[in-house]
């Protein structure tokens, strides 16, 4: 008599009852994988075993991704940082040891992060007096290792929760004018004046303005400012003609020919200027100046309402202070109060010979 072979266990799919619990059997990668239904009804099985099969068909089906830790994600993250070069590394650590906090946390396996784990962490954050932005931000970032996660196929595409960032009503709107600007530049240091004006007029980030160097960044044949792609936040190049504006030339002139020689554009006898000495320098002279609690990144919403003001398109707005999307510029653009009232004005004007009718 010829012995039948009997096909080896676990090597199709299927769907297999333990207990009550009905349970789809997927194979993938030469071993079987138990997905549950947590449900008494058969065909709740075969419906996730139906998409299973699909999601293994396509590529998208990874038995992996239960082991996934927030831990792993983090380390996604930094390391997507670290290699775009993103200066930002160190805040995005701290939005991390939020969402990983153990008490006040997120679940610490990442398939466990359902949604609804999401809003209960929100909760919590705002129980605990922190800023609407400030929770964005964590949860931004979650988002965003969570994304990278699911394209490097490490957890299933379905399988981000919802994350929400609403608006938190709470941008700055200060605006720095040129007389405000004046009156703070009369108590600030030697070494920081010409570090406040330099923003007013470019509307570039503080960073970017103080690791400016006279060797790679500033092209005095063609006189023109230049960073490259990784000295930009937005990891794009950008060029400021100063040549066509004649304040800023004479500020870098001036800052040329200080007596301290230095590659460094804006340097504190001729060392790099630390950027919390700048802040605190700023903040006493607002103070002593008696105007608003201004803050330098300030500086940068005055130059776009500025630049607006004079009549310069957007995109060239955008391309000489580093905004990448229309959005983004919007946060920086605040119409003034004096503009509103000359629209209005050239209304009226517009208006005038229909009313003499």
Known sequence: MTATKRKPRGLSDGLILRGKIWYAVIRQKGRSVWVSSHSSVKADAEAIRNRLRVKRDEGGFNPDARHIM?????????????????????????AWKQLRDENTGLPERALDVTTAAVTAYEGRRRDAGRARSSINYELAMLRFAWRAAIKARLLPADSLPVIETPDPKNRRTGVVTAEDLGKIAQHLPEWAAPIAQ????????????????????????????????????????????????PVLETLLTRQRATPTPSDFVFHQDGRPVIYKKLRKAWRAACRKAKVAKFILHDL????????????????????????????????????????KRLAVAKLAKALEPAAAE
């Open 70 to 94: 927030l831990a792993d994600l983090q380390r996604l993250a930094e390391d997507k940082y670290a290699a775009k070069g993103n200066r930002s590394i160190k805040r995005l650590k701290l």
């Open 198 to 245: 330099f923003l007013f007029l470019t509307g570039w980030r503080v960073s970017e303005a103080l690791a400016l160097t006279w060797r790679a960044n500033v092209d005095q044949r063609r006189k023109l400012l230049r960073l490259e792609a990784d000295e930009t936040k937005g990891g794009s190049a950008r060029t400021f003609p100063f040549g066509s504006l």
């Open 300 to 339: 940068r919403r005055s130059a776009a309402t500025n630049l607006v003001d004079a009549g310069v398109d957007r995109g060239a707005i955008k391309e000489l202070c580093g905004w990448e999307t229309d959005s983004m510029f919007a946060r920086y653009h605040i119409v003034r109060e004096d503009a």
